[in-house]
T-cell receptor, first 115, second 114 residues
Framework: DADVTQTPRNRITKTGKRIMLECSQT?????MYWYRQDPGLGLQLIYY???????NKGEISDGYSVSRQAQAKFSLSLESAIPNQTALYFC??????????????FGEGSRLTVL | AQSVTQPDIHITVSEGASLELRCNYS??????LFWYVQSPGQGLQLLLK??????LVQGIKGFEAEFKRSQSSFNLRKPSVHWSDAAEYFC????????????FGTGTRLKVLA
């Protein structure tokens, strides 16, 4: 099984619908992230969480919300999906170690299409 | 403004040829530096990282990168490209101070000709 699991892997929905993307990890990391990938734009940070009680907005949080249900689970919600939220979404985890910036471990992505 | 630049959107090389992918950053102090690779349909995987010390860093799959402080660059190299190296490559930085958020470049898509 993958260390970072995202569900669903693919989802097609309609404008105005509420969508939840789920992420679970078995790496035991405290830090979890949600990124959005659009062609030519790289990865943009939506939200990040350094522990269960610490959730922070990233660069593009408008229209999104998150929930950190446990150390291992971090969900991303689109309250009312719109077409320009069509993208590939990645969950990632990290363990900062002594340097403060450890490797990011990524899930395989959730492709969301909003019609 | 703080930024990470990958000037090449697409690069095509022949199998067996050498490869260099460019990455430049703009920060007040040397950040932590990373290269990630994304194969089709997959998440990103770490190739290598630089925190301090020797400026030539070895990574997985035969890749290496050289940090040049004077040029604010962290270019990725491979002496001989294999067809399986076709993927998208992302440079990322993490500022040393602050919240340790990763900032990614826009990526370089590598095509390998047989």
């Amino acid at each position: 099984d993958a260390d970072v699991t995202q569900t669903p892997r693919n989802r097609i929905t309609k404008t105005g619908k509420r969508i939840m993307l789920e992420c679970s990890q078995t790496k035991g990391h405290d830090r979890m992230y949600w990124y959005r990938q659009d062609p030519g734009l790289g990865l943009q940070l939506i939200y990040y969480s350094f522990d269960v009680k610490d959730i922070n907005k990233g660069e593009i949080s408008d229209g999104y919300s998150v929930s950190r249900q446990a150390q291992a689970k971090f969900s991303l919600s689109l309250e009312s999906a719109i077409p320009n939220q069509t993208a590939l979404y990645f969950c990632a985890t990290s363990d900062p170690t002594g340097t403060g910036a450890g490797e990011l471990f990524f899930g395989e992505g959730s492709r969301l299409t909003v019609l | 403004a703080q930024s990470v630049t990958q000037p090449d959107i697409h690069i095509t090389v022949s199998e067996g040829a050498s490869l260099e992918l460019r990455c430049n950053y703009s920060y007040g102090a040397t950040p932590y530096l990373f290269w990630y690779v994304q194969s089709p349909g997959q998440g990103l995987q770490l190739l290598l990282k630089y925190f301090s010390g020797d400026t030539l860093v070895q990574g997985i799959k035969g890749f290496e990168a050289e940090f040049k402080r004077s040029q604010s660059s962290f270019n990725l190299r491979k002496p001989s490209v294999h067809w399986s190296d076709a993927a998208e490559y992302f440079c990322a930085v993490v500022p040393i101070s602050g919240t340790y958020k990763y900032i990614f470049g826009t990526g370089t898509r590598l095509k390998v000709l047989a």
